[in-house]
């Protein structure tokens, strides 16, 4: 499982990145987070991944606090980034060999890495193919090849599907959801909203900081989800604030975002 309790992020230079961030992804659940550049999504992901460090509140893994207890909480998540990182002068599976030595999970041998790398769409002539030749949509699929690799209960992903043409995104996402399927806890950024739509099971709207409205599946059965985040993008819907008893003196605070009906924004 996934969950931000209050999460906050302030940074030296006051910037409010992340404000009372509340959140859980449960195992077998893709979580879509929608939002505008500078919304928080990635401040959100770091957090998640003890790339930096919270304010206030908590980032868990798997139930272990990232901040108190990073190379648990590590241990039980993998995370795919926007542009994966790999070797362009090895193979696929000269990758895949590498990265399982990194983690502890080698000892499969040739064909073992081959039938991984057949689970996740890559064709067999490129199995043992210098990867500086491949497609961003093929380097994905590596990279989520590497995420498989090291079943953990919980993926991170960073736009994913991000510069993917039609093809190699609907790929990727029929990848995704059948990890999801596999009782995996999917968190995923993206700014795709058809996407989001078709695949997740739930989809978080963020704006400057914080999360203003969160829609299941079924939800979005009888709601556009394009209007809705087109609606709070331009500030045409009012936000709802969350229980500040509920949320605690801490996080009350933390927060100085206040919304008005029209969405506009004043720090005090």
Not at 68 to 92: G, I, R, T, W
Not at 189 to 201: P, Q, V
């Amino acid at each position: 499982m996934i969950e931000a309790r209050n999460l906050t992020k302030r940074y030296e230079d006051g910037i409010l990145a992340l404000d009372a961030l509340n959140l859980t992804v449960n195992p077998g659940e893709l979580y879509c987070l929608l939002g505008a550049n500078g919304a928080g999504k990635t401040t959100t992901l770091n957090l998640f991944l003890n790339f930096i460090q919270p304010t206030l509140g908590y980032a868990l893994i798997n139930g272990i606090d990232v901040a108190q207890n990073p190379l648990a909480a590590k241990e039980n998540v993998a995370y795919l980034s926007e542009n994966v990182c790999l070797y362009n002068n090895f193979s696929a599976r000269q990758n895949l060999e590498y990265f399982a030595t990194l983690s502890g999970q080698d000892g499969r041998g040739r064909q073992g890495y081959h039938g991984i790398l057949r689970g996740v769409g890559l064709p067999e002539r490129c199995f043992e193919q210098k990867i500086k030749e491949f497609s961003k949509g093929m380097r994905q699929k590596l990279g989520i090849a590497i995420c498989m690799l090291k079943d953990t209960p919980a993926l991170i992903l960073d736009e994913p599907m991000s510069g993917l043409d039609p093809q190699a995104s609907a790929d990727v996402m029929e990848i995704l959801m059948e990890l999801r399927d596999n009782n995996k806890a999917i968190l995923m950024s993206t700014h795709d909203i058809f996407r989001a739509k078709e695949m997740a099971d739930r989809v978080g709207i963020m704006k400057e900081g914080r999360k203003v409205i969160e829609r299941t599946r079924d939800d979005l059965k009888f709601e556009n989800l394009e209007r809705l985040y087109l609606d709070y993008m331009r500030g045409e819907s009012t936000v709802v604030l969350p229980d500040e008893d509920a949320l605690g003196a801490d996080s009350r605070r933390a927060s100085s975002t206040f919304y008005t009906a029209s969405a506009r924004t004043k720090f005090v």
